[in-house]
């Protein structure tokens, strides 16, 4: 869902079979927040796919419901926001068993920032000055981190925290997206030219961050030929 | 409070002048904690335009955006005279609470001396048990516990509520308490129920046990309003001296 740029979006709906795939939208780590589910709503047309939403902050359906609404669908999207508050409303409502039936299922689960540190063993919260480690719903193996170059606190964090033995793990730019099939990473993607994704770990008494190979999905300006 | 207001009764400020009147100072800091509704903008415009317009400092919390802007939660929560937290989801609102700490954080609040309030979803969250209706249909929830008992609300708004409490008491499945109208609010000092009041005319509450009582709330009157125009013009004057 960034600005003028839907190369990450198609490349989601891509992955699925149905040819108007079913997207369901979590904005529950942003507290769901109107403007954001309107924005998925913009991206997200159903033009191009049946789109839904599940607000649990202003919800009226019970929880049988929503495991039954999940399972129905080809992908669904947890938007950004706090980890922290992410993780403990789903435990709260039981969205974590809905989403690893939903996951068991076969259904393709994607998200942004919290909503791709969700899918992992463990990451760092993001508050500025106070970056703690904590445990995520644990289907992917590995740790992650997100906004990797962009703010520039994440990195030292990160090392820190992998030395101290949290398990090794992925580290993404904004506009780099990791795609696993079941707990191995399958290939890296990129909305954006320069973005950039890691492999990061512990190596003896250092921290290796290995860059991994990515595709860009957008056109890439034509080279010119040099005349013959 | 069992409903009631600014976000259920705007034209009607009985009861936030009333919280307000319970502060320890006279120009009291009170801060919204709107985490049961997810932040939602609507119930923080209203809070804004409802205590702007009165003689305190106003201000409020977002959880969801700390990221985005951080703030010493545990001294900004402490300076405070008054804590009051939104309706909306009881089980979102205890979720996002603990797992930032904010239990903990209000408790120390609590002791010493800030006064805790809040409507629906933010006054049971105080007690040991409330009935949410965040997954659907109504169920029993636990709370902070802060105060010993449960707590029921929105007795004649939402009336599928009460059976279903009466019957948990009943069962001995949470322990016996209140159950509050909207327009209701139940002032507790330490754990002892000090006064029940109310915004509106012919509201009730009722303690639920072994038997049930009814508690006559005594109706605020233009007399409990918080400050006057004056101390309003007063405060807004210096304000803006102050250059905020």
Redo the contacts between chains.
Sequence with gaps: MEPNNPLLDQYVLGLCRRKKPRVCFFPS??????HYVVRFYRHFSSDICDPSHI?????????G?VREHLLKQDLIYVGG??I??L???W???GIDEDLRAAWQAGVILVGVSAGSLCWFHSGLT?????AKPYQGLGFLSHSNAVHYEEESDRRPAYHQALRDGMPGGYAASDGAALHFIGDDLHRVVLSRPNARAYRVEVAGEDVVEHPLEATYLGERPKLELAAA | MGGGGFTMEPENPALDDYVLSLARRPVPKICLLP???????AQIRQFHATFGARACDAMHI??????SR?IPLRETLLGQDIVYVGG??M??L???W???GLDKILRECWEAGVVLAGLSAGAMCWFEWGVTK????PATSPGLGFLKGSLTVHMDGEPARLPVYRAAVADGSIPPGYAADDGVGLLFRGEQLAEVVSSRPNRQALRIGAQEERLEPRLLTGSDRFGDEADIAEFRAVRSLRGR
């Design positions: 780590a942003s507290g769901d927040a109107d607000s649990l902050f202003r919800r009226d359906c019970g929880p419901k926001g706090s922290l508050s993780l403990g409303v435990r709260a409502h993001a508050y500025h000055h106070d | 985490t049961a509704s997810g932040d939602g903008e977002s959880l969801f955006r700390l990221g951080p909306g989801s089980l979102g205890l979720a996002v603990r797992a930032l965040s997954m659907g249909a």
